[in-house]
């Protein structure tokens, strides 16, 4: 394991543990008095990270891993079940720090977002779809992409050009892609309070006169392909950011996207 690995997992239990420090209250609820876990809850939050950040899905196999190259950082570590159950308890822990993380990095203040949403399958089989404990809120749904119907949920996700999550959701295989994403911008309210003048790239599922009309009323610039048989508009620049990032292969081309604005002066790409 590089000194490299070692540094990140310092760092991150450092700025953890004064996180918490300061804001006690996200920490999962314990009794007053009791015996205290033999994990911290800062040492499960930088385990859980790193267990992200070196893309281990399997917990037993992130754990074998931990003990053989990450023992000399943590004083214990648990078995498989005791991790996941702390894992279970501290979600909200986990979606508060990871929040505070994110916004002390410089993608976070990126004025250009991208939105879209894929398909979680959960399940295949008709005896899975009646006894999954799913069932009630996961669906069938089409997935186009891959032209065919799927029993499970749909993820919706808005994030930098750089990948950078800011918003997600989880919903029903048939839940509207643009009422989601309405819903996700008023639950989030503070991020276009912080980004007067943000650019949103969307697929051309993202359309519609009244929903890119409330786009442009919480000012969000709306930039999508042009439906077929639909007139196409005059694109407006994304933003310098934008341009600099135009070697990405899901960055959209100028001609091919269509503005939820006027058709009025443009501004020319610098």
Not at 36 to 52: G, H, I, K, Y
Not at 208 to 237: I, N, T
């Amino acid at each position: 394991m590089t000194n490299d690995v070692d540094t990140l997992a310092t760092a991150l239990y450092a700025a953890t543990d004064d996180m918490l420090k300061e804001h006690p209250d996200l920490a999962p609820w314990r009794p007053p008095v009791g015996i205290a876990p033999r994990l911290s809850d800062a040492e499960l939050v930088t385990l859980a990270t790193m267990q992200a950040i070196l893309c281990y899905t399997s917990e037993a196999k992130w754990l074998r891993h931990a003990r053989a190259h990450l023992r000399h950082l943590f004083s214990y570590l648990p078995q498989q079940p005791g991790y996941n159950k702390r894992l279970r308890k501290a979600a909200g822990l986990m979606r508060s720090v990871n929040r505070i993380l994110a916004t002390t990095t410089s993608v976070w203040s990126d004025d250009v977002w991208v939105v879209d949403s894929t398909p979680v399958e959960c399940g295949r089989s008709r005896e899975t779809v009646k006894r999954s404990d799913l069932a009630g809120w996961a669906e069938y749904g089409y997935c186009a992409s891959h032209s065919r119907f799927f029993w499970g949920l749909r993820l919706h996700l808005v994030c930098t050009l750089q990948g950078l999550p800011i918003a997600f959701a989880l919903t029903g295989a048939k839940a509207d892609e643009r009422e989601t994403l309405l819903d996700l911008l008023a639950a989030e309210c503070e991020l276009l309070r912080e980004r007067p003048r943000q650019t949103l790239i969307g697929d051309k599922n993202y359309f519609g006169r009244g929903f890119e009309r409330e786009l442009s009323e919480h000012g969000v610039q709306l930039l999508r392909p042009a439906r077929k048989g639909e007139r196409d508009g005059l694109a407006q620049p994304c933003s310098s950011r934008c341009d600099r990032s135009s070697n990405r292969s899901t960055r959209p081309s100028r001609d091919s996207l269509t503005s939820n604005g006027t058709e009025g002066a443009h501004p020319e790409v610098s």
